[in-house]
């Protein structure tokens, strides 16, 4: 599957941002899909998942409240809104897929085998 990240951009503080991860090339909807971060100088870490069957949430405590990630499998795209933007969001945003992440590695970015190119965000005070 490949997948392409877009929406990033430069905001204020507390603004809102939607974020989008287009997916093609396989049936989307197999996939559990998450977006993870990375901050200048800091690892990638995990920002929030959506799993495919039920569409189970699973969020980072950072953004829990704030961000909600979604998905449509008709359109094959996967959504991050983020409200209440903060300085500390500002990062390049991914998006990941796999089929066979299980619930257990759903937070970590080993348990992915496809990724999107990144989209910036950056969120200034």
Same mark, same amino acid.
């Given at each position: 599957?490949?997948?392409?990240? &877009? ?22 909807? /197999?996939? #559990? ?19 495919? &069957?039920?569409? /189970?949430? %699973? ?9 909600? !990630? +979604?998905?449509? /499998?008709?359109?094959? @795209? #996967? %959504?991050?809104?983020? /409200? ?5 969001? @500002?990062? #390049?945003? %991914?998006?990941?897929?796999? @089929?066979?992440? !299980?619930? &257990? &590695? !759903? ?14 965000? @950056? #969120? +200034?005070?």
């Amino acid at each position: 599957v490949q997948l392409q990240a &877009s929406g990033g951009g430069l905001v204020q503080a507390g603004d809102s941002l939607r974020l989008s991860c287009a997916a093609s090339g396989r049936t989307f909807s /197999n996939y #559990v899909v998450a977006w993870f971060r990375q901050a200048p100088g800091k690892e990638r870490e995990f920002v929030a998942a959506v799993r495919r &069957s039920h569409g /189970n949430t %699973y969020y980072a405590d950072s953004v829990k409240g704030r961000f909600t !990630i +979604s998905r449509d /499998n008709a359109k094959n @795209t #996967v %959504y991050l809104q983020m /409200n209440s933007l903060e300085p500390e969001d @500002t990062a #390049v945003y %991914y998006c990941a897929a796999d @089929t066979k992440t !299980i619930l &257990s &590695s !759903i937070r970590d970015l080993r348990g992915y085998d496809y990724w999107g190119q990144g989209t910036e965000l @950056t #969120v +200034s005070s």
